[in-house]
């Protein structure tokens, strides 16, 4: 295993695999560097003597500027690196490098994978058969918790893979984007696949009025969603929520896993908890599916986290499939880019204390890494927030990069399971599987009850193509039934992105 990664020839940083110390001789392109300072694993050294004010290079594009002289052999990390980002651009200098991209699906490669899951009589499918209990506001968090508490007590989830309620706060004293961001993500979940049965719950009273949201939820399946307003219940709404939840049950145990397709899935892409790996092994590994399962005719992909795009937009820019990709593209960028400006913050501020920690030094640093899980495949679509999948392919989605509002958003989309790579760790899932897939092997030693799958092996001596084998095999076999340690844990949650005021 080498202690050390140049990973773009451009670059003028390297980074430690393993934790080097001072006065360690280093051979780099055939020239032999000593290093001046110690060097913690996943943190980045100079190959070169960089001037004050001198773009610092790797992956081959700056990550920002160098805030003073840095000597040949020198640590670097955020207090020496600052960002070269600033407001929106009009980008007008992009073009496309693929004016006649392929569809999705026309480079398939191999026989087609398939997988076992549930058809649903709208030609979606799902990965889980779960029953689910949806609050329409938050006031009636407590009944639906009382109602799927006892549910659960008297079947024990027989039959199906689990019956869950959904809390949140919102629903009420909303105005705006805020009152429609939270329809359409409940919406959302009306419509997707991996539900068997869903009871939307309202009070009667609140802003997102059940009525109203019933027809806004448009031509959904009547026989597997139904509704129940509490101030219209006569007695015990408890009572009658259990027994509409249980029709549901028994309804939902009659559905059976048949072989699908894998070009079925829908897959969102997600890294939080990133540290100086991620770029290197868990985000290039997801780049890699990304094209495997769009090269399967009809398989999509999800990338997100907006704010984690700046620094590397231009990369997905020009990849868009055509002109038009293009032009939403950018103002995908400028749009958020603008929410931050609106609430007078910088745009290049993101990294937290852990990505810092981790090797992180700037926004680009970890947009490039970041955008990785994209892989090469031409961007097909590009959603607003809230909006559902129409395109197959790559997707952009309009979404923050906190991890719990963008995995919310992402399987809100449709996605049927969430791809979350991170290199510190994170024990949370929303409401479809979230598989996390760690940077280091370390991480998958320390929280074997956290990690599902561990990129790590990339950095040991493993090839791609044999660690994406594996991990193509496991994702399907969670596809399949098999739970991972989110689920095994029970943590099930959304978020709903809030901009405005609340009442």
């Known amino acids: ?62 990550i920002g500027h160098a805030r003073h002289a840095v000597s040949r052999g020198a640590f670097l990390d955020h207090n020496d690196i600052k960002t070269n980002l600033e407001g929106q651009l009009d ?53 639906v918790k009382q109602i799927v508490d006892r549910l659960n007590a008297e079947t024990k989830a027989e039959g199906v893979d689990g019956i869950f309620g959904f809390p949140h706060n919102y629903g009420c004293s909303q105005l705006g984007d805020d009152h429609e961001n939270t329809k359409k993500i409940l919406r959302d979940m009306v419509h997707h696949p991996n539900a068997g049965g869903i009871l939307v719950v309202g009070l009667g009273c609140e802003n997102n009025q059940p009525k109203v949201f019933e027809e806004f939820c448009g031509d959904y399946d009547r026989s597997r969603v139904k509704f129940m307003v509490c101030q219209e219940v006569e007695g015990d709404e408890v009572e009658t929520g259990v027994r509409i939840l249980r029709d549901l049950y028994d309804q939902a145990r009659n559905f059976k896993r048949t072989t699908v397709p894998a070009s079925k899935l829908r897959i969102g892409l997600k890294c939080g908890g990133s540290d100086g790996f991620s770029g290197i092994t868990a985000n290039p590994l997801l780049g890699e599916f990304s094209d495997w399962l769009c090269d399967q005719e009809g398989g999509t992909t999800v990338l997100t986290e907006v704010p984690e795009m700046f620094g590397a937009e231009t990369i997905l820019m020009r990849r868009c499939a055509d002109n038009s990709l293009l032009g939403q593209t950018v103002s995908l960028i400028n749009n958020f880019k603008e929410y931050f400006l609106s609430h007078g913050e910088p745009v290049g501020e ?16 970890k947009a490039l890494g970041c955008t990785q899980k994209s892989g090469k495949s031409p961007v097909f679509g590009v959603m607003e927030y809230g909006e559902r999948i129409s395109n197959h392919g790559l997707n952009l989605l309009s979404a923050p990069g906190n991890d719990l509002v963008a995995s919310t958003a992402l399987a809100a989309a449709g996605c049927q399971m969430v791809l979350f790579t991170t290199g510190r760790g994170t024990p949370f899932g929303t409401f479809v599987p979230t598989m996390k897939i760690s940077t280091n092997s370390g991480l998958a030693k320390r929280k074997p009850t956290w990690i599902d799958f561990n990129a790590g092996r990339l950095v040991e001596d493993s090839s791609m193509a044999d660690v994406l084998a594996d991990f193509i095999d496991y994702v399907l076999k969670v596809a399949s039934g098999e739970e991972v340690n989110s689920e095994k844990s029970g943590i099930h949650e959304i978020a709903i992105f809030k901009n405005g005021v609340t009442l």
């Open 91 to 143: 980008y007008s200098d992009i073009a496309i490098d693929n004016p006649s991209a392929p569809a999705p699906g026309s480079a398939r490669k191999g026989a087609e994978a398939t997988f076992m899951g549930y058809e649903r009589a709208d030609g979606q499918v799902g990965i889980r058969n779960e029953l689910w209990v949806i609050p329409t506001v938050g006031c009636v968090n407590g009944i």
């Open 350 to 365: 993101n990294p937290s204390p852990g990505n810092k920690a981790g090797g992180i030094s700037t926004l680009e640093e």
């Open 1 to 62: 295993m080498k202690d050390f990664l140049k990973i773009n020839p451009a670059d003028n940083v390297a980074v430690a695999i393993n934790a080097l110390s001072a006065g360690t001789a280093l051979n780099v392109d055939g020239e032999e560097i000593t290093l001046v300072a110690d060097i913690p694993a996943g943190h980045k050294f100079a190959l070169r003597d960089i001037a004050e004010s001198e773009n610092v290079i790797k992956y081959g594009f700056p």
